[in-house]
């Protein structure tokens, strides 16, 4: 048997040649002088040869260790050439399984269901958080304290909803990963415990009292401002929809107004198609569940005179800078700010005061269906209802929702002009 001595002091020669050492293994030394060890055996009666590793980063020892093992499977029947090649195309599979190749793999395979606005963060996400420090490691080679140090990285800039956010999709992506043979668990399942818990979500901002949204209207009106972002609040304050819906209207869900015309619209409609809505990936695809909005006049009015500024572009309110980039999600909040209003109303804010005061006016004016019809008109789907049940009246109430919107529409804006007298007011 040889030595370590002996191994380490083999020297190149003319030829190539071999030192055996024990049951096959010899060390073979080129005429280069590069060593390596092989193993000798034989397997369903033919010769075969086996290389171990080179030396000396595989020592003698590990060698021996090495035809240990190789002896071990021939005598259960497997040849361990065919093992070593199978445990390199593993080896190799697993390399180019990157946590990047399958982020994008699944990424590519779920980004129909979204909507193109989430599919943009998903992706950006994952690019921004998580490819810089996982992206080119094996997913099997992934493990709980890596992903937790990459989210606790997320944790420290405070942003404590994106850490949980972002750990959601990585799970997912390993759950991909594991379907698709490249991991054999998900080391992200258990790491949310380990994170700060989320905060509650504190409520929105509202006045909740007619005569302090009289006071509102009337300071931001008169604020220095664009007559476009006034339209908008107001047309918010009318419709009393999320706010996001109202920046991003195209003029194509408006019907039934006749733009050069000054006859009253009494059929005006806003149709929001469901996929625009703030509805599950299931209930985004149904056409039943596009959201109706019966017009008063006070809001066709604004509308005919946002028609003058933005009426040949595609969208009602668009940003400044182009007609055809949606109004920012800041420029209503800042303006509110700017009025004074800044911790006290806020954009989404009309939703809570119209459905605090008019359903303090139906307990005295109204029916019995009316909170009903209030939550209708907000865009609450009841609580159990799924696309396939078709259970979702799309225009239920059509007639009492357009009385109640006209209602608040007097309510709120009796005391003001008309909104194309904004053009006269200070602007900026």
Not at 190 to 200: E, F, I, T, Y
Not at 231 to 257: D, H, K, Y
Request: include cysteine; charged fraction near 25%.
């Amino acid at each position: 048997m040889l030595s370590e001595t002996t191994v380490r002091q083999a020297k190149p020669k003319d030829r190539d040649y071999k030192l055996s050492d024990a049951e096959g293994l010899y060390l073979f030394v080129t005429k280069t002088g590069h060593r390596s060890w092989r193993l000798k055996y034989r397997f369903a009666g033919k010769e075969r040869r086996l290389i171990l590793g080179g030396y000396p980063t595989v020592s003698l020892k590990e060698a021996r260790e090495r035809k240990t093992e190789a002896r071990k499977l021939l005598d259960e029947g497997r040849d361990p050439g065919i093992e070593a090649k199978k445990q390199a195309v593993q080896m190799a599979t697993a390399r180019a399984n990157t946590f990047e190749v399958l982020a994008r793999t699944w990424f590519a395979v779920q980004e129909g269901r979204w909507t193109p606005i989430h599919a943009r963060d998903v992706i950006q996400s994952l690019e921004n958080e998580v490819f810089p420090w996982l992206g080119s490691l094996p997913v099997c080679e992934i493990d709980e304290p890596m992903v937790l140090t990459v989210l606790r990285k997320i944790e420290k800039r405070g942003a404590i909803e994106t850490a949980h956010r972002v750990r959601q999709r990585v799970s997912a992506v390993f759950v991909h990963a594991i379907a698709e043979g490249a991991a054999t668990r998900d080391p992200a399942a258990s790491v949310g415990k380990a994170l700060k818990p989320v905060p509650r979500k504190r409520r929105r901002p509202a006045l909740l009292a007619l005569e302090d949204l009289h006071e509102m209207i009337r300071k931001t009106e008169w604020e220095p401002g664009s007559p476009l972002t006034k339209f908008a609040s107001r047309f918010l304050a009318l419709t009393a929809q999320r706010p996001g819906m109202v920046r991003a209207m195209p003029w194509a869900e408006i019907e039934n107004i006749d733009w050069s015309s000054d006859a009253p619209s009494p059929d005006a409609l806003w149709r929001i198609p469901a996929s625009r809505m703030k509805l599950s990936n299931e209930l985004k695809l149904d056409d039943a569940f596009e959201h109706i909005v019966p017009l008063a006049d006070e809001a066709v009015a604004v509308l005919k005179s946002a028609h003058q500024f933005t009426g040949r572009g595609p969208l009602v309110f668009p940003s400044n800078r182009s007609g055809w980039i949606a109004m920012s999600e800041n420029t209503l909040g800042y303006f509110y700010n700017r009025c004074g209003y800044q911790g006290r109303h806020v954009p989404h804010g009309w939703r809570s005061s119209f459905s605090t005061i008019m359903n303090e006016w139906a307990e005295r004016n109204g029916t019995p269906a009316d909170r009903y019809v209030i939550d209708l008109m907000l865009a609450h789907v009841p609580d159990g209802i799924s696309a396939s049940e078709g259970a979702y009246n799309r225009a239920a109430f059509m007639q009492r929702r357009r009385e109640i919107a006209c209602e608040w529409a007097r309510m709120l804006f009796e005391p003001f002009g008309a909104p194309a007298k904004l053009l006269s007011y200070p602007s900026r």
